[in-house]
């Protein structure tokens, strides 16, 4: 089966801790994304990578760091700096940089205790 | 002014209805339109994607692209319970980042 997973499904993060969150396709896309995902607010953009070992800040990059030096595997890490963490976070790829269609994993569910 | 306006709804429609749901944007450079289903706590699922102008469909589904007046649109026709879900516009100028601009999606429900 080709796709997304994300991992966990659900992650909780105490004061200034930083946690991981997975991202793995098997669909031989060049390019990966994370979103945040608030009520209301839509999808926002945190960073994307269009190549391996290449990432670009997207429009809420701060308090967020990424890798990509797997073509199959853009981890994103949550940092302490991230103050309003709470969210529901998505990855997702693409063929190639510049394709219309991105498709998405299944989302983490990140709250804070 | 937000680049992508989507009305958040909620949307309530018996079974069986024609649903219209819609987004305008602003950005007239805009390409490449999409619109995705999003189930409660699931991932957004691709249902329909465009390019320029036109209308395209798929099965019970319709997009339809009007650049002259920056707006969109996506019909369900026959809807059932199942279409229950967030249904998310999504659209690109594309270029070497393809960063996509979401609007903010409309909850539909589907009264049996």
């Known amino acids: 089966d080709g796709g997304i997973t994300q991992s966990p499904k659900y992650l909780f993060r105490k004061e200034g801790q930083n946690v991981t969150l997975s991202c793995e396709q098997n669909?031989?896309?060049?390019?990966m994304y994370w979103y945040r995902q608030d009520p209301g607010q839509g999808l926002r953009l945190i960073y994307y990578?269009?190549?391996?070992?290449?990432?670009q800040k997207g429009d809420i990059a701060e308090g967020y760091s990424v890798s990509r030096e797997k073509k199959e595997s853009f981890p994103l890490t949550v940092t302490s700096a991230q103050k309003n963490p709470t969210a529901f976070y998505l990855c997702?790829?693409?063929?190639?940089?510049?394709?219309?269609?991105?498709?998405f994993g299944p989302g983490t569910r990140l709250l804070v205790l | 002014q937000k680049e992508v306006e989507q009305d958040p709804g909620p949307l309530s429609v018996p079974e069986g209805a024609i649903v219209s749901l819609n987004c305008t944007y602003s950005n007239s450079a805009f390409q490449y339109f999409m619109w995705y289903r999003q189930y409660s706590r699931k991932g957004p699922e691709l249902l329909m994607y465009?390019?320029?102008?036109g209308n395209k469909e798929d099965g019970r589904f319709t997009a339809q692209v009007d650049k002259s007046s920056k707006y969109i649109s996506l019909f369900i026709r026959d809807s059932q319970p199942s279409d229950s879900a967030t249904y998310l516009c999504a659209m690109s100028d594309i270029g070497a980042t393809n960063k996509l601009i979401f609007g903010t999606g409309t909850l539909l429900a589907v009264q049996p």
């Open positions: 997702a790829s693409s063929l190639r940089p510049d394709a219309g269609t991105q498709y």
């Open positions: 990578s269009q190549i391996v070992n290449d990432f």
């Open positions: 669909l031989n896309h060049d390019a």
């Open positions: 465009t390019y320029s102008s």
